[in-house]
Every structure is written in C-alpha cells, then in structure tokens.
C-alpha cells in the first residue's frame, strides 16, 4: 500500500529565507505528484503539477522536483515570505482509471516577518 | 466564476440524522471527488464520479452515498449519520485523470 510522508511536520523561518520541504512515497509506481497549500479553515489549492515523467516544475518562486526511483519529491520556497504561511501537502497519483490519490500529512509552515 | 462550491459550510447532526452534501462546480470538469480530512489520518477519498451518471467507491465508502444526476453536481448522502463522521468534507473536480486537483473550501461536520 502507498504511504507517503512529508518531513519536517512544522517549520518556522525568518522572512527572506529559501526553504524545502520534503516528500516522500514508498512505491515508485505513480502517475503523477502534486503539491497543494491549504490554509487554516480553507480548502486546497494546487501549486505544482509534476507526471512521472517529469523531472521538474517551475511556477514563480516554487520549484518542484521528482525523483520516482528514490520515492522522493521536493517543494523548493525562495525568498520566503509572511503570506507564505501555510500547510503544504503533497500527493501522489497510483492508479489510473481508479482516480485515485495518496496525500501526506502535511508540512505547517510559518514564515516570520 | 465560482470554481467549486460547497454547501453548507458548516453542519451540526444528531446521532441517526440524514442530511446531503452538495458540491457544484462551472468549469466543466468530467472528474469529481468527496474526501474527508481528519487530525492524524490526512485526507481520504470516499467516492468519486468519472462523469455524469457514474459513481465509484472510494478508500472509506461505508455510511455514505453518492449521486451525480447532472454534470455539475456531485451529492454525498449520510443516511443515518454517526459521531465517527465527524470531519471536514471536501470535494475536488478534475478535467481529466492526470489533471491537476481543483478543491472546494470544506464542509465542517459535527455528529454528536
């Protein structure tokens, strides 16, 4: 069964900093990934959509990369800001016509000001 | 242009209550999701729609029903509600199977 993991669970940094946030899933097999922001009381929102066959994808200051071999994705923050503040989740696409996704627990991120 | 909507945004049920969940969306998307998020357990999918006429079962089905007469719409039924289906729901639509996900702002479910 897909499992999938995002370290660490909370993280605070200063305004200006770059950040990552990690994402990892235990079977390769997958179609795609994608990373979502939700905020407090709200619903999610889509960033970043990688397919497997992908390495990479780049919206503004986010950098998403994929590595299917080592179950790993990364989320890449530069120049963090306060409106940054947030929980990020990742989730991963393991079937097809099944439609169905395996999300992560989440990464609680505040940023400073 | 609303995207996805929800109603209600927030729910209050007795234990052996009924009550519909509706999500509405206009962006003409084939693909339609309920999932529940709960503290620890992350979000799990409960029944979904390739499109109109069409339901399947997801992860965590039991004690729930769905129905998606129109395009448009896709309806989550608890026909005898229980406080293990206290949870925020949220539905998702999707345009196409490797789409990107496109989410509602939750429905917030209390059963005491």
């Known amino acids: 069964k897909q499992e999938v993991t995002q370290i660490p669970a909370a993280l605070s940094v200063p305004e200006g900093e770059n950040l990552v946030l990690n994402c990892s899933f235990t079977?390769?097999?997958?179609?795609?990934l994608q990373w979502f922001r939700q905020d407090p009381g709200k619903g999610l929102t889509s960033l970043l959509l990688?397919?497997?066959?992908?390495r990479e994808q780049t919206s503004g200051r986010l950098n998403a990369s994929l590595d299917k071999s080592s179950g790993r994705s990364t989320l890449y923050i530069a120049a963090s800001q306060p409106g940054d503040s947030a929980t990020y989740l990742c989730?991963?696409?393991?079937?097809?016509?099944?439609?169905?996704?395996?999300f992560g627990p989440g990464t609680r991120l505040s940023v400073l000001p | 242009n609303a995207g996805v909507t929800q109603t209600p945004k927030f729910r209050v049920l007795k234990t052996g209550q009924s009550m519909t969940l509706l999500c509405a969306q206009d962006?003409?998307?084939?693909?339609m999701y309920w999932y529940r998020q709960d503290p620890g357990m992350g979000l799990r999918l409960i029944h979904y729609?390739?499109?109109?006429?069409?339901?399947a079962k997801g992860e965590v089905p039991d004690g729930y029903n769905v129905s998606r007469l129109k395009k448009q719409n896709f309806l989550l039924g608890l026909e005898s509600a229980a406080p293990s289906q206290t949870s925020v729901y949220f539905c998702a639509t999707g345009r196409g199977y490797l789409e990107k996900l496109f989410f509602g702002s939750g429905t917030q479910l209390s059963v005491l």
């Open positions: 962006m003409n998307h084939e693909y």
């Open positions: 729609s390739v499109g109109e006429g069409t339901t």
């Open positions: 990688i397919q497997s066959s992908q």
């Open positions: 079977d390769s097999a997958i179609y795609n």
């Open positions: 989730a991963v696409k393991v079937d097809n016509y099944g439609q169905n996704f395996v």
